[in-house]
């Protein structure tokens, strides 16, 4: 069963699929006033747990995964004065490519405008090996906007004890301010060729690789107390054992709290990052934090 779920579908089942949103503030609510799609890619409505002016959105990819051939485009646009938690309902899957190695890909594009409050909250991918993905995400902020958002990656299969050790990935996020480039980070991993995954300036054969962003804080004193009191969380265990190796760094990037995980368990890095999101959430978007109802189902 397990070797018949890692096997690519056939190309016939290649999807092009796209997703436009434009979320707009109106009478003191953030409403979805336009949602286009081709494909399977698409959102129901939005649901409004804490009240009308935060939209949460849950972004629907039913068949759960991608191969080869396969293009996701989503496209994001929060107008002024929006609110909206963006996540999705279960794991990305990055499938086995095919023998000639097509590209699987993914390209995210957020931009969120005067005074808007976005929040990207989505749930991990999962690489398996043999993948040839390109995941690609651009943020564009207006200096007034505000921005939490995280992206949580498996490199293989730990749960099975399958590493990722053939195919190759290729990750690119990018977060803009009024046009200038605040964070830029690339990932390029191809095992077959360089020790990218177990090299000791990498990832240390530590197969869940995180990375969280919550900005700008324009105070960089009220940003170093926030990273301090980040650092002193008690994080605490989940209801199973804590993974014993986990690597955590915390630090100011041009305005941006940036926290990086490296660990052996995607479901600790989420948790991980969920304590960091419920600490800032206050303090940069002044309410506190609503977590997502499909998180707990």
């Not at 485009?73 to 095919?98: M, S, W």
Request: glycine share 6%.
């Amino acid at each position: 069963m397990n070797e018949m779920l890692k096997e690519a579908p056939s190309a016939a089942s290649q999807w092009q699929a796209f997703l436009q949103l434009i979320l707009r503030e109106k009478n003191g609510g953030s409403i979805l006033a336009r949602c286009r799609h081709e494909g399977p890619l698409y959102v129901q409505k939005p649901f409004y747990p804490e009240g009308r002016e935060t939209a949460h959105v849950y972004i629907l990819h039913p068949p759960g995964g991608i191969v080869s051939g396969d293009e996701l485009n989503i496209d994001i646009q929060l107008e002024d004065k929006a609110q909206a938690l963006f996540t999705t309902p279960g794991a990305g899957r990055v499938y086995r490519a095919r023998h000639d190695k097509q590209a699987q890909c993914v390209t995210i594009t957020l931009n969120a405008a005067e005074n808007a409050q976005l929040e990207w909250l989505p749930l991990e991918n999962i690489f398996y090996p043999g993948a040839h993905t390109r995941m690609n995400t651009r943020i564009r902020l207006h200096k007034t906007s505000r921005f939490i958002g995280w992206d949580v990656s498996s490199f293989g299969l730990p749960a099975q004890g399958e590493k990722f050790n053939k195919g190759q990935i290729s990750q690119r996020l990018e977060i803009w301010r009024d046009d200038k480039p605040c964070l830029i980070e690339h990932l390029l991993s191809n095992p077959e060729n360089d020790n990218l995954l177990s090299a000791k300036s990498g990832m240390q054969n530590l197969p869940i690789n995180g990375i969280f962003v919550a900005g700008p804080f324009d105070d960089e004193k009220q940003a170093e107390a926030l990273i301090t009191q980040l650092r002193e969380l008690p994080l605490t265990p989940l209801e199973t054992d804590t993974p014993a190796r986990v690597l955590l760094g915390i630090s100011y990037v041009n305005q941006f709290i940036v926290a990086r995980f490296l660990g052996e368990c995607s479901q600790y890095a989420k948790h991980v990052f969920t304590q960091y999101w419920q600490t800032l959430r206050p303090e940069l978007l002044s309410r506190p934090a609503c977590l997502p109802r499909i998180w707990a189902t």
